[in-house]
């Protein structure tokens, strides 16, 4: 069966480490992968898309890396902060379907 | 802000109601797709309307509907409602159809069924 997971519930890191979340498919056939934060309360807010044919991808702190080969996905964000504290969820489309959302990692950066 | 809204952001109903659920997407998009979360979940995907037809489903029944308007603003429409909808439902607009890369949630609304 087709499955999204996420390693862990909830990932408690200090201040200024760097959070590393992964993201594990089977029986997907990914086009594309992304990564998005929600706040509580909140919709979900666009982060980072990784295409099938790309390994990596950064934006200022952020760095996501795509291994169809593993079918995983590793999200890292540098020098974390607690404004950085949020649920973060990844989500994969397949060729001509729509979104697949993982059930979210809930990040918490200690002062 | 992403400039998708949603109303109501807050709603009760009880068992076997009816409840109609709105959003407003965003400026130059056409397609808005709707997802249910459930508390500590990831969003599920209910289903997208693109230029006002129905364009791919999830796993819902058919007492989930919906509908787009002209000016690609969409409503979520729930029938009998049950305990298990209690969700949050986000919309999302996009433009296009295909391999969409990037959508615009709204905040969402909260259902809770009593």
Known sequence: SQKIEQNSEALNIQEGKTATLTCNYTNYSPAYLQW???????????????????????????????????????????????????????ALVNYGQNFVFGPGTRLSVLP | ETGVTQSPTHLIKTRGQQVTLRCSSQSGHNTVSWYQQALGQGPQFIFQYYREEENGRGNFPPRFSGLQFPNYSSELNVNALELDDSALYLCASSLGTGVVETQYFGPGTRLLVL
């Not at chain 1, 706040?39 to 169809?68: A, C, H, Q, S, Y």
């Not at chain 1, 999200?75 to 969820?89: E, R, V």
């Open chain 1, 36 to 90: 998005y934060r929600q706040d509580p309360g909140r919709g979900p807010v666009f982060l980072l898309l990784i295409r099938e044919n790309e390994k990596e991808k950064r934006k200022e702190r952020l760095k996501v890396t795509f291994d169809t080969t593993l079918k995983q996905s590793l999200f890292h964000i540098t020098a974390s902060q607690p404004a950085d504290s949020a649920t973060y969820l990844c």
